[in-house]
């Protein structure tokens, strides 16, 4: 099978990525990890967080660090479909005068794809990146191209301003596997940021990786095990967000206006296959989906006017959905005294 | 499988929709390798295909409606499209557009396709575009061609829509008017799958394994099918419980019940009890039955009306929703006695 040589690879990958990037990345190991696991995956990467919170740096260490095309497109108010797609022109035949129609291919064909501040763009070219990612091809002209292999899009989205802005509506949110928050970095940290300019390393990340090994790496982690009781926990975890359903908490039915969909639970269980493979480890466990599943459920969970006017933070219900599925799977006989629903 | 040619002009005989019956399972093999459950939906979408009507969905985000009709399109062999509808989209984005070419020195003016020349247009949350981008598409699923630049053209045959719409309510959506939704034959509502499941489609889309689709039908053998059910003999009686049914959801109507006047704005219109005979004769020739009855009227009631019974603000605070009120329907109106 060649699977442990395989998972070998991987392992070295993962130190390779952390020996070239932690330097730079100063405090975002976890962010670094859960963008790890869904390029593994195979799936988009949405970055949210704060001004200067080194989402842009992230990705730009990715890119250095795979050998593989990059290209970055700066989203704007006046960003066309074509502007990403690509365009038809007319063009002239110098020796004989002839013209003909050339396709010019757009920044969208590429392995790896920046999209900065996704939600300044208007939705029609917000919704023709978001075709392009989720067909892995792109119609223009009426004639249909294929995207390279492997494709991934890093979005990254403002929350400061949002004067200007389109927000992305939830069925589109829903095609990023994860949406990883970046973390605010403590004033030790800013101060050696500030004295050492980290960013400034990125200049000597060494490649560390090819098209080839990354497709080889993904197809690797479709073959990692999810034991019985994983499976049966990433289910009750998705289950849990869903209002007015048996198995949604009190809370969840309270403060949730929609649930995490189908594509939630197929998230969860590629990303923990992932996290195990780059773990060294041929099984994923309920570790691996706790770990991953507030990106996962972060931007699949709509809350509603409630639990706004009573201060209810998304990722405090994450967490605490997390730890309920949790134990739902270390120890089945809870038997907790009324058991409210 | 088989060629299903029936002359157009003999009569139909137990062979035509025999022939359906074996086209449905055939269809139904196909499309399981990709879906798991939704059996409901599944079987709702394909008997409007087979009547050749639209369909509107309702279901939240995540739920693989994309992957549902998609492998639908590869069983029957069809060609597929979809479009996310945005506040910005415009008629050109859907109808298409002319664009300047030169060949041979000569310049022309050459008509680029649309996405809607396609056979099966899933039109993706079709209420967050402004109303005329909306009719444009409306139009066109009625007419079945498009006019631009003031050539008509054609669309390609066989030619369903399948609208989808988010049930959260939401700010800066554009809700389909009316009249425009009654141009779908059927509204269907797509839930969460059980937990088993969930774990079926964990473990068949999160590994290695994929099975293809094959088609199991030809674009020609579903025309032919199409013929076949709606050339399906109704009965009187059948006929008329199907008018009856619609009109007493009117509130206006004499024959309508005291919840209707008290918890309904708008009934359905003749199309709904054009649209109930239509699904019957489908569910009657897919399950291979030559002659619709009262039951196939029932069976395809809650899809036919569920969009064209529309509740007013007593049955809003009252929780009671088009559903129920089609239930109740169906137990408030007897069917005739004459006949089948």
């Known amino acids: 099978m060649g699977d442990e040589a395989t998972l070998k690879d991987i392992a070295r990958f993962r130190a390779d990525m952390e020996r070239e990037l932690a330097p730079v990345l100063i405090s975002q190991g976890r962010a670094l990890e859960q963008t790890l696991c869904a390029v593994l995956a195979g799936g988009h990467v949405l970055l949210t967080g704060g001004a200067a919170t080194a989402k842009g740096l992230l990705v730009l260490c990715l890119a250095r660090a795979a050998r593989l095309d990059f290209k970055r497109v700066q989203f704007t108010p006046d960003l066309m479909p074509s502007d990403i797609t690509g365009t038809d022109i007319l063009e002239e035949d110098a020796a004989t005068g002839r013209r003909a129609q050339r396709f010019v291919p757009g920044p969208v064909f590429t392995n790896i794809l920046m999209a900065d501040e996704i939600n300044r763009t208007p939705p029609k070219t917000q919704a023709s990146l978001l075709e392009a990612m989720q067909e892995k091809q792109v119609t223009t002209g009426g004639s249909t191209r294929p995207l390279p292999k492997p494709f991934l899009v890093m979005a990254t989205k403002t929350s400061v301003e949002t004067d200007g802005t389109y927000a992305l509506p939830e069925a589109q949110q829903d095609r990023f596997m994860l949406n990883v928050e970046m973390i605010e970095i403590d004033e030790d940290k800013e101060v050696e940021v500030v004295m050492t300019d980290p960013a ?82 041929a099984s994923a466990t309920a570790e691996d989906v706790a770990s991953i599943a507030p990106s996962a459920l972060r931007h699949r969970i709509g809350l509603n006017f409630r639990a706004e006017s009573d201060g209810v933070d998304i990722d405090a219900l994450v967490a605490r959905l997390i730890a309920h599925a949790l134990t739902g799977t270390s120890a089945k006989p809870v038997a907790t005294a009324g058991a409210s629903t | 499988m088989s060629a299903a040619s029936a002359p157009a002009s003999a009569p139909l005989g137990a062979q035509h929709v025999q022939r359906l019956q074996a086209a449905r399972a055939a269809v139904l093999a196909q499309v399981r390798k990709a879906i798991v459950g939704q059996d409901r939906v599944v079987d709702d979408v394909l008997t409007s295909f087979f009547a050749g009507g639209h369909c509107l969905i309702t279901g939240v985000p995540g739920l693989a409606k994309t992957l549902l009709i998609a492998s639908l399109g590869q069983a029957l062999a069809l060609s597929f499209k979809r479009i996310q509808f945005t506040p910005d989209l415009m008629p050109s984005d859907i109808v298409g557009y002319e664009v300047l070419k030169e060949e041979g020195g000569k310049r022309k003016l050459v008509f680029v396709e649309g996405p809607i020349f396609s056979n099966i247009v899933l039109a993706d949350e079709i209420n967050r575009t402004p109303p005329k981008t909306q009719a444009a598409l409306l139009e066109a699923m009625q007419e079945r061609q498009v006019t631009s630049g003031g050539v008509t053209r054609p669309l390609v045959e066989p030619f369903f829509v399948l609208a989808t719409q988010n049930p959260i309510e939401q700010e800066g959506t554009y809700p389909l008017p009316l009249a425009q939704q009654d141009r779908f034959m059927y509204s269907l509502v797509i839930g969460y799958p059980t937990k088993d499941e969930e774990l079926a489609i964990l473990d068949r889309t999160t590994s290695e394994t994929k099975s293809a689709i094959e088609s199991a039908l030809s674009a020609e053998q579903l025309l032919e099918a199409q013929r076949v059910v709606r050339a399906l003999p109704v009965s009187s009686a059948v006929a008329r419980y199907a008018v009856r049914l619609a009109a007493a959801s009117r509130p206006k109507h004499a024959t309508a019940p005291d919840f209707i006047r008290q918890f309904v704005s708008i009934g359905a219109s003749l199309r709904g009890s054009q649209y109930l005979v239509l699904a019957a004769r489908a569910r009657a020739a897919l399950e291979g039955r030559l002659a619709p009855s009262v039951d196939d009227v029932k069976a395809v009631a809650l899809p036919v009306l569920r969009h064209r019974i529309v509740p007013n603000f007593k049955a809003d605070a009252a929780k009671i929703g088009s559903e129920q009120l089609v239930e109740k329907l169906l137990k408030a109106v007897e069917p005739p006695r004459s006949g089948l």
């Open chain 1, 200 to 281: 400034a390393r990125a200049a000597g990340i060494q490649q560390v990786v090819d098209a080839e090994s990354l497709l080889r790496f993904q197809a690797a982690v479709r073959r990692i095990t999810l034991p019985p009781a994983v499976r049966r926990m990433i289910v009750d975890l998705a289950c849990s967000t869903r209002p007015g359903t048996p198995d949604a908490t009190a809370e969840v039915t309270k403060y949730v206006a929609w649930g995490a969909g189908v594509r939630a639970t197929q998230c969860l269980a590629l990303c923990a296959k992932a996290r195990a493979a780059l773990g060294g480890r």
